[in-house]
């Protein structure tokens, strides 16, 4: 039985970085190349022990911090929640018929279909002036 040897990460990037720059004509392949292969790797960073001990410190209060904040935001949507209800409680208690008609959902209010998902780069046409609704 024969053992491969396994390649490191580092062995992979040299090996991809080495292709031929001819084989790469596409533009968008040349700059998703570059982007990918041209630095590799980063160094690991070495900690002495003092220095790794400082480092699990701050990001153990880092991912305190962080979910003292989402329990915070969540006690806020909790809150807010709740206060919604009380508050469609309240109408439905004064008025039956407001209530009613606070609670019908609209059938032709949808999410636009057209609309453009959020993205970093801009659109390829800019505004569309033929577009009319339906």
Same mark, same amino acid.
């Given at each position: 039985? +024969? =053992?491969? *040897? ?5 062995? @992979? ?6 292709? %031929?720059?001819? #084989?790469?004509? #596409?533009?968008? &392949? /040349?700059? @998703?190349? *570059? ?22 410190? @701050?990001?153990? &209060?880092? /991912?305190?911090? !962080?979910? !003292?904040?989402? $329990?915070?935001?969540?006690? $806020?949507?909790?809150? /807010?929640? !709740?206060?919604?209800?009380? &508050?469609? $409680?309240?109408?439905?208690?004064? #008025?039956? %018929?407001?209530? /009613?008609? &606070?609670?019908?959902?609209?059938? $032709?209010? =949808? ?5 453009? @998902?959020?993205? +970093? ?14």
């Amino acid at each position: 039985m +024969q =053992l491969r *040897r396994l390649e490191t990460c580092g062995n @992979i990037f040299r090996r991809m970085a080495s292709t %031929k720059r001819r #084989d790469m004509k #596409d533009a968008k &392949a /040349q700059v @998703i190349h *570059r982007i990918l292969f041209e630095n590799g790797p980063a160094p690991r960073i070495k900690f002495t022990e003092q220095e790794m001990l400082e480092h699990e410190t @701050i990001h153990r &209060a880092w /991912q305190l911090h !962080q979910k !003292q904040k989402r $329990d915070r935001q969540q006690r $806020d949507l909790e809150r /807010q929640y !709740q206060k919604m209800n009380e &508050a469609c $409680d309240e109408l439905e208690r004064l #008025d039956k %018929k407001l209530y /009613q008609a &606070a609670m019908v959902v609209p059938k $032709d209010t =949808l999410y636009p279909i057209t609309m453009r @998902i959020p993205t +970093q780069v801009p659109p390829k046409v800019a505004w569309n002036n033929e577009w009319k609704k339906e």
